[in-house]
């Protein structure tokens, strides 16, 4: 089997009430371990170069699964950019805490991965925002064992300072840009407020304290979005944790949108290596890990 056929592309794998959560699995036809990839804030799976970070998992004897959160502004039809914008004024962190809960359910009971993946154990990874929501989720999933954070936000709360709450509460929603795709994104107050009601549980400091599993932090020195000094705060907070510091690389690792290069940037390939490497010590190839 080619490497092209063993992908399943652009699946629904779940759905959150009305809203379908779409994914690729890239998967072996033999035991493996398996690693699900979260994207961030204004992303989305297929986002730069996480096509081709996938395939090097591939590659290297994992299984790798990414998918949309289910708010984050796509549809099943249109899984890159963002044609539903009403979904993505909707979204929470809770909304998408609960979008990995789906997703960890649905992969357990996939009859493709029943004997791929004997072992239902798996390594999380997240990019910016969804660092915080992958470093959350391991704290709340026991089939979690090992995690990976790129650029991850620490302080979810920190993130509200960049709005005008008081002006936000009275016109019911804020936009922000995306330069690329010349949108002005809504985000209603109930992002904020749902933060409010379940800022104990959505505490990414709070949660990293109690993590005892294998832990990989990667940051760029030079990151302008989400300052080093994060991943500095979560490599204290959990125990044994190891973090890797590119001087840089900026907030994407010097991937953009779309990115149309065969290969990955130099700094994308050196945190490959890091990451592989750290997966090979920690968990191993295959054996259904």
Not at 95 to 104: G, H, M, N, P
Request: glycine share 8%.
């Amino acid at each position: 089997m080619t490497i092209e056929e063993d992908h399943l592309r652009n699946i629904v794998l779940a759905h959150h009430g009305a809203r379908p959560i779409v994914a690729d699995m890239i998967l072996h036809t033999h035991p493996a371990p398996l690693v699900l990839f979260c994207h961030g804030f204004k992303g989305f799976k297929d986002w730069g170069g996480f096509n081709l970070m996938a395939e090097r998992f591939f590659m290297e004897g994992y299984h790798l699964v990414k998918f949309n959160f289910s708010h984050n502004g796509g549809t099943a039809l249109q899984v890159v950019d963002f044609p539903d914008l009403m979904a993505f004024s909707e979204n929470t962190y809770s909304k998408e805490q609960e979008d990995i809960r789906l997703v960890i359910h649905s992969l357990k009971h996939n009859p493709a991965l029943k004997e791929v993946w004997p072992t239902q154990r798996l390594t999380l990874i997240g990019h910016s925002r969804g660092g915080a929501m992958v470093t959350l989720a391991a704290a709340r999933h026991e089939e979690v064992t090992a995690l990976i954070t790129l650029a991850a936000v620490a302080d979810l709360e920190s993130r509200f300072q960049a709005y005008d709450l008081e002006r936000w509460r009275e016109e019911g929603y804020v936009t922000v840009a995306n330069a690329r795709t010349g949108q002005k994104m809504p985000m209603k107050y109930g992002f904020y407020e749902d933060f409010i009601k379940n800022r104990e549980s959505l505490d990414v400091l709070s949660a990293a304290v109690s993590l005892t599993i294998p832990t990989l932090i990667i940051h760029s020195k030079d990151d302008d979005v989400v300052a080093v000094s994060e991943a500095q705060s979560l490599h204290q907070a959990i125990t044994g944790a190891e973090l890797f510091l590119l001087e840089e690389g900026g907030h994407t690792f010097g991937m953009s949108q779309p990115w149309n290069g065969l290969e990955l940037p130099p700094p994308v390939r050196i945190l490959m290596d890091e990451i592989l490497s750290f997966l090979k010590r920690e968990i191993g190839i295959g054996h259904g890990s």
